[in-house]
């Protein structure tokens, strides 16, 4: 079946410009999660969502970071005033349940660079 | 900090070697998993281990997980060129990555 797909695969802009990402998670998956990763970095937790709960904004640097989950399905994160800092890959990852019992399935990321 | 902390940060071994990397976490955790991050392909998930137990395996792959010491290794036995990639642990708690430990294995 489908896997976790984002878009773009790509964003180039401009510091100060908004960008949006999208997150399509495997359908049924009631988890979704997005990370971070920056050149030759670990992955940076930045949100989670499970069913109708309220998400885990923990991981979110700054206030300009921002997720929302629609119809618990797709997802977007929003990112305000862009800073050449935010340039990474953003990843988005779905499981079944929760982390605590489900494996989580990766998307391919999008590569987003600040100029 | 990062939950899950790999080491050694960067292994480089012969095809056929074995290959080791541990890793050590902080808090009470219900399972630990095992990523692969190959460079273009994605992550991928290797396995799972939850905290009731020991030892997994899948493949040439061997997990082993030690509460007492929250820590947990993986093992690639017989290893290939195409095993070369960072490599990734996470516990359920917090969903935190560590740094990974960069896998070369040389033909």
New interface residues.
């Given amino acids: 079946g489908a896997g976790v797909s984002q878009s773009p695969s790509n964003k180039v802009t401009e510091k100060g410009k908004d960008v949006e990402l999208r997150c399509d998670p495997i359908s049924g998956h009631t988890a979704l999660?997005w990370?971070r990763q920056s050149l030759g970095?670990?992955?940076?937790?930045l949100i989670?969502f499970q069913g109708n709960s309220a998400p885990d904004k923990?991981g979110l640097p700054s206030d300009r970071f921002s997720a929302e989950r629609t119809g618990g399905s797709v997802s977007t994160l929003t990112i305000q005033r862009t800073q050449q800092e935010d340039s990474a890959v953003y990843?988005c990852?779905s499981s079944l349940g929760?982390?605590?019992?489900d494996?989580?399935?990766?998307?391919?990321?999008t590569r987003l660079t600040v100029l | 900090s990062q939950q899950g902390e790999e080491d050694p940060q960067a292994l480089s071994i012969q095809e056929g070697e074995n290959a080791t990397m541990n890793c050590s976490y902080k808090t009470s955790i219900n399972n630990l998993q095992w990523y692969r991050q190959n460079s273009g392909r994605g992550l991928v998930h290797l396995i799972l281990i939850r905290s009731n137990e020991r030892e997994k395996h899948s493949g040439r792959l061997r997990v082993t997980l030690d509460t007492s010491k929250k820590s947990s290794s993986l093992l690639i036995t017989a290893s290939r060129a195409a095993d070369t990639a960072s490599y990734f642990c996470a516990t359920d708690e917090n969903m935190r990555f560590g740094a990974g430990t960069r896998l070369t294995v040389k033909p």
Avoid at chain 1, 41 to 45: A, I, N, S, V, Y
Avoid at chain 1, 98 to 101: K, L, V
């Fill in positions: 999660y990370y970095q670990g992955l940076e937790f989670y923990s990843l990852a929760g982390p605590r019992t494996t989580q399935y990766f998307g391919p990321g």
